[in-house]
């Protein structure tokens, strides 16, 4: 069965380093992969995928990530964090064809400090 | 930018009673998910539709939850009756189709049953 894991429940960062978010992922055969943003008592917005091609996935408001089929991680990154990033991240994992259903992880926190 | 549409933004209810939820999707929009989101965890399928067919509800508590979307157009989740551990935010998403398609959330529901 298709999973996803986040392993860290909140990642702090200064504003103006880089940020890392981290997703690992299992799942029978190529995984679309998917990153989503969701701010308070709000709905998850699309940030980026990755279906096939390039491993490096530029998405929006600067955030890219990078799939690693090796190490099955799909890591979300920022080379300069804003104090606007500060929301809570979740990774999805879809398996290919048909209706399979898009699994999320658990969601991880960013704060971005002044 | 077209959106979800979801109502009410906010419910409380007491246990034993019932609560209705309704989503609209984008227009176009043939395939609809229902989405629970507890406190601290990533989102989990209830129920995906593929216009007015369900094709998934392997998650939806059907002793309590039933799900409707009559003209494959807008939804309804009913929960009948509502216990303590109903209360979550309900999300309503949409793909023009399903597959590697982005889903569009809308801004959810929040359930509080006391």
């Known amino acids: 069965a298709q999973s996803v894991a986040q392993p860290e429940d909140q990642v702090n960062v200064a504003e103006g380093n880089p940020l890392t978010v981290k997703c690992t992922y299992s799942?029978?055969?190529?995984?679309?992969l998917f990153w989503y943003v969701q701010y308070p008592n709000r709905g998850l917005q699309f940030l980026l995928k990755?279906?096939?091609?390039?491993?490096l996935v530029k998405g929006s408001y600067g955030f890219e990530a990078e799939f690693n089929k090796s190490q099955t991680s799909f890591h979300l990154k920022k080379p300069s964090a804003l104090v606007s990033d500060s929301a809570l991240y979740f990774c999805?994992?879809?398996?290919?064809?048909?209706?399979?259903?898009?699994?999320f992880g658990a969601g991880t926190r960013l704060a971005v400090h002044p | 930018e077209a959106e979800v549409a979801q109502s009410p933004r906010y419910k409380i209810t007491e246990k034993s009673q019932a609560v209705a939820f309704w989503c609209d999707p984008i227009?176009?929009?043939?395939?609809l998910y229902w989405y629970r989101q507890i406190l601290g965890q990533g989102p989990e399928l209830l129920v995906q539709?593929?216009?007015?067919?369900?094709?998934?509800d392997s998650q939806l508590p059907k002793d309590r939850f039933s799900a409707e979307r009559l003209k494959g157009v807008d939804s309804t989740l009913k929960i009948q009756p509502a216990e303590l551990g109903d209360s979550a935010m309900y999300l309503c998403?949409?793909?023009?189709?399903?597959?590697?398609?982005?889903?569009?959330f809308g801004a959810g529901s929040r359930l509080t049953v006391l």
């Open positions: 998403a949409s793909s023009d189709k399903a597959g590697a398609n982005v889903l569009t």
């Open positions: 990755y279906i096939t091609g390039d491993n």
């Open positions: 539709f593929q216009d007015e067919s369900v094709v998934d």
């Open positions: 799942v029978s055969g190529n995984p679309y």
């Open positions: 999805a994992v879809r398996e290919p064809g048909g209706y399979n259903k898009l699994i």
């Open positions: 227009s176009g929009h043939a395939t």
